[in-house]
């Protein structure tokens, strides 16, 4: 077998692990690793704004949007008008949302990876993150706009965020 033929074979697997993990976290809670994301930074910053939210995870401000919007509809979050400032909207997670997040396993996919790379030497660590830019440059991804989220599947408005 050739080299890039093992190459691809990894890839894929990286892809599948993802899909598998996304699948069983929206069939275990309702949610998708961008809705989870966005509960766990509104639940970890001080009653955030979406433009807050947005630029912790690097999405855009129209995405997350779109995530609160389906979050709120659910009654995991709650939007509340500032006092001081009538243009800016709060947020926090309902109690729906504070025990759904709270009954979600602590380690997903994401966790388990990062708690793996930080134990690797730091030389390890960037023969790593060079090799991978260098794939995601050979397959035209290096300018791709996405989250520090392992998360497969497409990113529309009119799908499941």
């Known amino acids: 077998m ?6 691809l074979i990894s890839l894929r697997r990286v892809i599948r692990s993802i899909s598998i993990h996304s699948r069983k976290l929206h ?3 309702g949610l998708t690793v961008p809705q989870l994301m966005v509960m766990r930074k509104i639940a970890q910053l001080d009653q955030p704004l979406a433009k807050q939210i947005a ?6 401000a129209a995405t997350v949007t779109t995530i609160l919007d389906r979050l709120q509809s659910r009654h995991l979050i709650i939007r509340t008008r500032s006092e001081t400032d009538k243009r800016k909207v709060h947020l926090s997670l309902s109690e729906v ?15 388990h990876f990062i708690k793996r790379y ?7 660590q960037s023969q790593l993150l060079s090799a991978v830019e ?3 440059s050979m397959m035209d991804a290096a300018e791709l706009d996405a989250a520090p989220v392992l998360l497969v599947g497409k990113m529309r408005a009119d799908e499941s965020l």
């Open 27 to 29: 069939k275990e809670s």
């Open 97 to 111: 949302g504070q025990k759904l997040l709270n009954d979600l396993p602590k380690a997903p996919l994401q966790e």
């Open 55 to 60: 630029q912790e995870i690097t999405v855009s």
């Open 2 to 7: 050739e080299k890039y033929e093992q190459l």
């Open 134 to 136: 260098r794939i995601a």
């Open 118 to 124: 930080q134990h690797l030497e730091d030389w390890e």
